[in-house]
């Protein structure tokens, strides 16, 4: 069974701070990871993907991979209330006609 | 811009009835797939489809059945509801498979109650 876990949260973090969301996978071959957010009662949608062992960071946000270790990590830089959602992780193994595992999702608040 | 269009998007089934979820993609995307989310828990796979014609099961496909008879449409039939498929559903689709890093688009959910 290909396990994906997250803590299930609640992160609380203050506003302007940095959130850092973790994520822990089981199936060695896993090729490319994502992170969805998700709002109350709405669909995910994707903020990052990463497929390579270090760092990629676009905007406000970094996604760090380390395969070694499987694990990778979202962090969330000069958080704003607007960030407070439901965080999935979701990793694809390699192979033809790949698929998403899900996390369960850590839920951010962020506060004022 | 209507991307993947999901409908009933809310529905009540009683226990034994049976209905179809309906999706349709606009993007021209290969790979289509029927995910269900529990409160507090992550999206299970139920079906996808690689292409017009082909489909596989996922994680948890009992009780679930798919067809992809055209690129566009992913209808998800449910026989004989059961009270343990109460949950929220979400239709996907991604231009070709994640191992490449192809996004997935979701559609806006199904929320279905069976009582």
């Known amino acids: 069974q290909k396990e994906v876990e997250q803590n299930s949260g609640p992160l609380s973090v203050p506003e302007g701070a940095i959130a850092s969301l973790n994520c822990t996978y089981s199936d060695r071959g896993s090729q490319s990871f994502f992170w969805y957010r998700q709002y109350s009662g709405k669909s995910p949608e994707l903020i990052m993907f990463i497929y390579s062992n270090g760092d990629k960071e676009d905007g406000r946000f970094t996604a760090q991979l380390n395969k070694a270790s499987q694990y990778v990590s979202l962090l969330i830089r000069d958080s704003q209330p607007s960030d407070s959602a439901t965080y999935l992780c979701?990793?694809?193994?390699?192979?033809?006609?790949?698929?998403?595992?899900f996390g369960t999702g850590t839920r951010l608040q962020v506060t004022l | 811009n209507a991307g993947v269009t999901q409908t009933p998007k809310f529905r009540i089934l009683k226990i034994g009835q049976s209905m179809t979820l309906q999706c349709a993609q606009d993007?021209?995307?290969?790979?289509m797939y029927w995910y269900r989310q529990d409160p507090g828990m992550g999206l299970k796979l139920i079906y996808y489809s690689v292409g017009a014609g082909i489909t596989d099961k996922g994680e948890v496909p009992n009780g679930y059945n798919v067809s992809r008879s055209t690129t566009e449409d992913f209808p998800l039939r449910l026989e004989l509801a059961a009270p343990s498929q109460t949950s929220v559903y979400f239709c996907?689709?991604?231009?070709?498979?994640?191992?490449?890093?192809?996004?997935?688009?979701f559609g806006e959910g199904s929320w279905l109650t069976v009582v």
């Open positions: 996907a689709s991604s231009l070709a498979g994640t191992e490449t890093g192809n996004t997935i688009y």
């Open positions: 993007m021209n995307h290969n790979y």
């Open positions: 979701a990793v694809s193994a390699g192979g033809t006609a790949s698929k998403l595992t």
